[in-house]
């Protein structure tokens, strides 16, 4: 009996212990968020632009995106129309040439099932809010089979995003130590539906 007691103590103290504090925002997901950048089209790409800081200039790429109903507020990056197929997601095989990426579209490998979530402003928002990034390790498979983990990472600053316009900006933080690079190499992004 007294066993009962104890236990009957001991879940008391750990329940009443506990703190319920949680510090969350809400979404408000909307059902065609992510569609705006990732429209039900065969080989569909929201005409992704890549920042280059040594010319001043946007360097336009072609990468498929996806959504899902069960997260209508995120898109990826892979070949829908492929299974298991990836893409130039983020630019990457471009970015990463030297590591003996193929620059052959049809072996782009490169696959962030979940990249970007888009957060409106409000519940009753008009069409505008941020846009951050999923931090995650994204694999990348080299021509000779050989593979190497890129982190990408939210910035210091979060993006924006406006349906009426079909724009978003974002700037994402890549960590290239694995490949002897820099740790947090920030590249700026522009994706227009």
Known sequence: ???????????????????????????????????????DQQYYSPHPELYI???????????????????????GFMNPNVPGKGTNALGMNSIYTKQGISQDSGTYNVIIPKCFQFIPKSADSTGTGTVVVLPQGVTITRRDKTKFIIYISP???????????????????????????????????????
Request: charged share 25%.
């Open 53 to 75: 800081d040594s010319t001043g200039k946007w360097m336009k790429f072609i990468s498929f995106s996806f959504t899902s109903t069960a997260e209508p507020d995120k898109i």
């Open 1 to 39: 009996m007294n066993y009962k007691i104890l236990m009957l103590l001991l879940v008391t103290v750990i329940f009443c212990g506990c703190k319920k504090e949680y510090d969350v925002q809400p979404t408000y997901a909307k059902n065609l968020l992510g569609k705006t950048w990732a429209q």
């Open 155 to 193: 910035s210091t600053q979060s993006g924006t995003y406006n349906t009426d316009t079909g724009i978003f900006e974002i700037e994402v933080s890549f960590d290239e130590t694995s490949i002897g690079g820099a740790k947090d190499v920030k590249r700026k992004y522009r994706f227009t539906s």
